[in-house]
């Protein structure tokens, strides 16, 4: 009889151990054996929920995805308003990819393995849509310039974010530092001139 409950356990153990490993040797140093044995499971266990390294992988990657959706709502309740929460989230998301595990190998993953052509476009527009919504709001709110196109703002803001993760996991340097100079010129056509002094381009300390 199957327990749905150490079913949930069992597919969460996998990707945690799968997080672990891909961090260490990287996805394709990384074989299903390596994942089973970390975890003390059969191959057959494994393959219950998911059917290749690949689906594994994928499930990683969700897991990053999840974070952007945890961190937006963390800063949207400090009551902040929307611009500012977006800067914010950028400079989290930057950081975190140096300070968490998840972030890190789900940023890896998207642009250094055969992920790439299935999920980075995937990945792109949902912070793109993330994006647009914030911007929205900052519309509605008075933050943000009348008549400026949002959604070419989105995805120069996207493209941004996502470029400067990747340099940071590929390349190594500094996230923050490269979101901080790309807000700082970004906010001076975006923001309304009133609302500019009460924003802050840099990341929040400690």
């Known amino acids: 009889m199957n327990d749905p409950a150490q079913g949930a356990r069992t597919r969460a153990g996998l990707v945690a151990a799968s997080i ?11 074989s299903l054996d390596a994942v089973c044995r970390s975890i003390s499971v059969t191959k057959g266990a494994l393959y219950r929920h998911f059917p290749s390294k690949q689906a594994l992988a994928v499930a990683v990657v969700e897991e990053h ?47 250094t393995s055969e992920l790439f052509e299935l999920l980075a476009g995937v990945h792109f527009v949902s912070l793109v849509v993330m994006v647009r919504d914030l911007l929205g709001q900052a519309v509605a709110a008075g933050e943000v310039r009348p ?8 995805d120069g803001i996207a493209a941004a974010v996502i470029g400067s993760q990747a340099l940071a996991v590929i390349a190594g340097g500094d996230p923050v530092d490269r979101l901080a100079t790309m807000w700082r010129h970004r906010l001076e056509h975006l923001a309304v001139p009133a609302h500019r002094p009460h924003l802050r381009a840099t990341a929040l300390v400690g």
Not at 23 to 29: A, I, N, T, V
Not at 71 to 100: C, K, N, S, Y
């Open 20 to 30: 672990e490993l891909f961090d260490r040797h990287g996805y394709e140093g990384t």
């Open 147 to 154: 008549g400026l196109d949002t959604r070419e703002e989105a």
């Open 65 to 111: 995805f999840r974070r952007w959706h945890e961190v937006r709502a963390e800063f949207e309740g400090t009551g902040t308003g929307p611009l500012q929460t977006l800067i914010d989230l950028t400079h989290r998301m930057g950081a975190l990819t140096r300070t968490d595990r998840t972030v890190r190998v789900g940023v890896r993953l998207l642009f």
